[in-house]
């Protein structure tokens, strides 16, 4: 299979590679330090349409196809990681949720300002005591008053301090367990809702992570977004493209380490000779390449199926897990290839293995992949 | 009112070779660029433009190639691009390209600033924007660090000197020439981008602007290359050896005998 990519495609990713080097590589070392994608950089991210990206034209985005919005995901992530996922929960987790089960006044209220980055969205669905096991979520909506009155608390909510929009899933029936869960548009501005400290994470540090808790919180039941009742498919249906996102992050990731330890491998000199002469070099470089190799198909292949609505569950899955594990080998490998300087945050090697980590655990484990990529194949 | 743009495709110049026997320019065979100070230019343009309204015409001359840099200036926010193309407009030295331009910035019409970077880093030459005054007989300001007023009809403008700036009042039409401390360019949106990618470029030849054919003939020209060399290769470094001690005590001798402490 030989992935042709469109004019159009090459475009934006080359438009996205170009905003990556040039705005994000100088400064994603003190972000990830800094542990913020600062306002400077939020600001230009929606000047340049990167939150608008699978957003419709008539709402003010780009609409561009699934496979574009990868590649653009991918040349993020090669330079942060951190602000990739930043802009992928936004766009993947939350406007796609809009894109699919919002009707047209929910459409037109929020997406053309999601679209500029005026507004910020996240996805709260995790909680202290579901996590893989998402349908025991215990967050509970009630009817009242025409609206819904929303207690619960939500875990590791990405862009939790950034947002002004979540969507947030909540139990209407909980006697129904996974059947009786409704997904709802929550403004930061609802009363009762409130944002946590910022996490402190191993990774993606950059990027903002919360827990938030809804206290007697009223939504108003045009705020509900989908059928009532359905929220725990439309959960999946969401993580689903969301997560062919995720496996673009982990490529990113990848390459950028393999790059990198290419790059050292010929300027590091040991023995009176630059490393890549020994095969012990040559061998951990040439499997790092061939994985990402294999990776990128799987990636683009999940993506470009999503876009032309076959069912894509298994191929995103089998994307997500293995990108995910490449990200970790080829990170790990590039590590050892710098040595005690890969152990140093002086070279970006560090920052690439510690961000490799959450891609085998967000959006769903790998082990969760496999469950997933079992029950696919072994359908009839 | 227009803004008019002068922008150049220019060789990436990283990959430039000069050949003294030939007295040429070896140009590498890659797309090209575009000239990185035309990018502040067209940024200030964009700038006025937001806070005065108008268009913004992007202008280049050169042969198809050149409609890279008329897109990209399209991409940014540009909104007319025309192109001046055509066999007779080929090693024109500068003289004759300001005068071309020139024709150009005519047939569009209707403007109140030309804009332009301070030089291509190509040719280096720096002449062109003052060329094109005189072609149109307008006032210039080059070399131009920041506009602190802008009418319909003058320009107080801060223009770079060695050590300082000098504030100039200029009455307008004008030609202006800027400095990259002018400001910081923007990136292309993707909408901008894929807005550009099909937009349509005009294209306007020697006929379009009724340039008679022997105006632009080998005797018309200014300049005469009389040889074209490479800069001298960097003389080789000297590595000091031995001790941190020694390295500084040999070090602190070469410095006093260059007489620099």
Known sequence: ????????????????????????????????????????????????????????????????????????????????????????????????????????????????????????????????????????????????????????????????????????????????????????????????????????????????????????????????????????????????????????????????????????????????????????????????????????????????????????????????????????????????????????????????????RITEIYEGTSEAQRITIFREISKG | MNIIICIKQVPDIGSIKVDPQAKKIIFPDSPGVLNPFDAYALEEALRIKEKRGGKVFGLSLGGPESEFCLREALSLGADEAVLLSDEKFKNLDAYLTSFVLAQGIKKIGDYYLILFGKQAVDGDSSLIPAEVAEWLDLPQVIFVKKFDELTDDMANVRRMTEDGYDTVEISLPAVISVVKEINEPRLPSLKGKMRAKSAKITVWNTQDLQVEENRLGENQKSAQIISVSPPPPRPKGEILEGSPEEIAEKLAAKLREAQVI
């Not at chain 1, 609206?147 to 608390?153: M, Q, T």
């Not at chain 1, 548009?185 to 809702?193: A, P, Q, R």
């Not at chain 1, 409130?194 to 045009?222: H, M, W, Y």
């Open chain 1, 1 to 356: 299979m030989v992935f042709e990519l469109t004019e159009e495609q090459k475009l934006v990713r080359d438009t996205a590679r170009d905003f990556a080097q040039k705005r994000l590589k100088p400064v994603a070392l003190e972000l990830d330090e800094k542990e913020e994608v600062t306002p400077k950089i939020m600001k230009e991210l929606g000047e340049l349409g990167y939150f608008g990206i699978i957003i419709p034209e008539k709402y003010g985005g780009s609409g561009l196809d699934s496979l574009s919005y990868i590649l653009i995901l991918e040349e993020i992530a090669k330079v942060s990681a951190g602000v990739m996922i930043t802009v992928s929960v936004h766009n993947s987790l939350f406007c796609q949720a809009l894109n699919k089960f919002a009707n047209e006044e929910q459409k037109q209220k929020y997406l053309p300002k999601m679209a500029t980055g005026e507004w910020i969205g996240a996805y709260a669905l995790t909680e202290p005591h579901s996590g893989t096991d998402a349908g025991a979520l215990r967050t509970k909506a009630e009817f009242k008053n025409k609206g819904y009155v929303l207690n619960g608390e939500k875990l590791f909510v990405t862009n939790a301090g950034l947002a002004d929009v979540f969507v947030v899933f909540a139990s209407t029936k909980p006697e129904l367990k996974a059947k009786g869960i409704s997904c709802f548009i929550v403004e930061k501005s609802f009363k009762g809702l409130n944002i946590g400290a910022k996490e402190k994470k191993l990774g993606i540090k950059a990027s903002d992570t919360r827990a938030i808790s809804l206290v007697d919180c009223f939504v108003p039941q045009e705020n509900l977004l989908g059928i009532p009742n359905e929220g725990f498919k439309m959960a999946l249906e969401i993580l689903d493209s969301g997560r062919i996102g995720v496996a673009a992050q982990a490529l990113g990731i990848a390459e950028a380490a393999f790059e990198e330890s290419l790059k050292y491998a010929k300027e590091r000199k040991q023995f009176d000779q630059p490393i890549a002469n020994f095969q012990a070099i040559q061998f951990k470089l040439a499997d790092m390449a061939t994985r990402i190799e294999a990776a990128r198909h799987l990636v683009y292949n999940a993506a470009q199926m999503s876009n032309n609505n076959h069912d894509f569950v298994k191929q995103a899955s089998m994307a997500k897990l293995f990108a995910s594990e490449v990200a970790n080998f080829v990170a790990n490998e590039a590590v050892q290839i710098h040595g005690g300087y890969g152990y140093m945050k002086e070279y970006p090697v560090e920052r690439y293995f510690r961000d490799a």
